[in-house]
């Protein structure tokens, strides 16, 4: 069974700096799709960044970035430059291609603080 | 482009009350999904549209909760009745096409506490 695991339930970091997200998932597929999300406290989940599982190329945007270790099994979300906006909780996700057809998994997300 | 929109935002009911959400996609997108989420915990997927059809409801508690989405666009959540355990936040999402790759976009969600 499909299963994604953030074991890091809340973390602090400095406004400015980096911060890495630490997410690992668990599936038999070889074709999946990794997905962060953001949720702020007004509740809509916000989409910051896709990386697929063929995809060779760790996935960038903007101040987001997808460290994709696939024989780890990890997906790391790094943040680089926190803003005090980014305070909110995030969510990994996965999606097999082909056994669960279209269902998201969740973790159980991590919650980030940002401090001025 | 407009987002995905819900209503209500915030519903407080007493216990055996029937409640009813609704979702408005964002235009185009052929696929709709709802998802529950308990408080600290991920979104878990109730069910999921592809235009009128109803095509994965394997999580949804048929005894209690039903779903439709006419005419392939806006979609209705019904609870009837309503238990204490149906406290949570209940998300939409839509998507292009049920495509793997294609990104789920999330509405506000509608926020339940059953007294």
């Known amino acids: 069974a499909q299963k994604i695991t953030q074991t890091q339930p809340g973390m602090f970091v400095q406004e400015k700096e980096a911060v890495t997200l630490d997410c690992t998932y668990d599936?038999?597929?070889?074709?999946?799709?990794l997905f962060w999300y953001k949720q702020p406290s007004s509740g809509e989940m916000i989409f910051l960044i896709y990386?697929?599982?063929?995809?060779?190329q760790n996935a960038t945007e903007g101040r987001y970035s997808l460290n994709f270790q696939k024989a780890r099994k990890s997906a790391n979300l790094v943040i680089s430059a926190s803003q005090l906006g980014d305070s909110a909780m995030y969510f990994c996700?996965?999606?097999?291609?082909?056994?669960?057809?279209?269902?998201?998994?969740f973790g159980q997300g991590t919650e980030l603080s940002v401090k001025p | 482009e407009a987002g995905v929109v819900q209503s209500p935002r915030y519903k407080i009911i007493e216990k055996k009350q029937p409640v009813a959400f609704w979702c408005n996609p964002i235009?185009?997108?052929?696929?709709l999904y709802w998802y529950l989420q308990n408080l600290g915990q991920g979104p878990e997927l109730l069910i999921r549209?592809?235009?009128?059809?109803?095509?994965?409801d394997s999580q949804l508690p048929k005894d209690r909760f039903s779903a439709e989405r006419l005419k392939g666009v806006d979609s209705t959540l019904k609870i009837q009745p309503a238990e204490l355990g149906d406290s949570a936040v209940y998300l939409c999402?839509?998507?292009?096409?049920?495509?793997?790759?294609?990104?789920?976009?999330f509405g506000p969600g509608t926020r339940l506490t059953v007294l």
């Open positions: 990386q697929g599982s063929y995809d060779e």
């Open positions: 999402a839509s998507s292009l096409e049920a495509a793997p790759t294609d990104t789920q976009y």
């Open positions: 599936t038999s597929d070889q074709s999946y799709g």
């Open positions: 235009s185009g997108h052929n696929t």
């Open positions: 549209y592809e235009n009128e059809e109803a095509v994965d």
């Open positions: 996700a996965m999606r097999d291609f082909y056994n669960q057809g279209g269902k998201l998994i």
